[in-house]
């Protein structure tokens, strides 16, 4: 299956307009994968993120407190709302993500380099979502220019 990404309308795939707005509007990040491992890719984008304006909310089944965040083992434990779910697991493990980000009602979901799944994307489309796979908010925001 491959996904329309027509932009410009809620739940598109990869727009341009729809990755410059989330890297550049403040808004609430889960984090999902984010542990105290410095060696991790979650773990320096978190903090770009958080250098860009962003709340992140590190969420890891052992609930760590990341760059002074408090973390929750569960996207459903996180408490208040969430902008964007940013998911830094393994593809096979990236579709539960995404229906609990749809569930809460998360308004876009952030799918890291290398972490693919067209039905879970199709699904958060399907349910308004913005989706962005296969990208990362580090690699994007260079090339947007964003400096924090």
Same mark, same amino acid.
């Given at each position: 299956?491959?996904?329309?990404?027509?932009?410009?309308?809620?739940?598109?795939?990869?727009?341009?307009?729809?990755?410059?707005?989330?890297?550049?509007?403040?808004?609430?990040?889960?984090? #999902?994968?984010? *542990?105290?491992?410095?060696?991790?890719? !979650?773990? &320096?984008? +978190?903090? /770009?993120?958080? =250098?860009? @304006?962003?709340?992140?909310?590190? #969420?890891?089944? *052992?609930?760590?407190?990341?760059?002074? !965040?408090? &973390?929750? +083992?569960? /996207?459903?434990? =996180?408490? @208040?709302?969430?902008?964007?779910?940013?998911?830094?697991?393994?593809?096979?493990?990236?579709? !539960?993500?995404?229906?609990?980000?749809?569930?809460?009602?998360?308004?876009?979901?952030?799918?890291?380099?290398?972490?693919?799944?067209?039905?879970?994307?199709?699904?958060?489309?399907?349910?308004?979502?913005?989706?962005?796979?296969?990208?990362?908010?580090?690699?994007?925001?260079?090339?947007?220019?964003?400096?924090?």
């Amino acid at each position: 299956m491959t996904i329309d990404s027509t932009p410009g309308t809620p739940g598109t795939l990869n727009d341009p307009d729809v990755i410059r707005t989330l890297l550049t509007t403040p808004g609430r990040w889960a984090v #999902v994968g984010l *542990s105290t491992n410095t060696a991790r890719a !979650a773990y &320096g984008v +978190a903090h /770009l993120l958080q =250098a860009l @304006g962003m709340e992140i909310v590190p #969420v890891h089944p *052992s609930a760590p407190v990341v760059h002074g !965040a408090t &973390g929750y +083992a569960t /996207l459903e434990d =996180a408490p @208040g709302e969430v902008d964007v779910v940013d998911v830094f697991v393994n593809s096979s493990l990236a579709g !539960a993500v995404v229906d609990d980000a749809i569930a809460r009602g998360a308004r876009a979901v952030w799918l890291q380099l290398d972490v693919v799944d067209e039905a879970a994307a199709g699904r958060a489309r399907a349910a308004g979502l913005d989706v962005v796979m296969d990208r990362c908010p580090a690699i994007e925001a260079g090339r947007l220019g964003l400096r924090p």
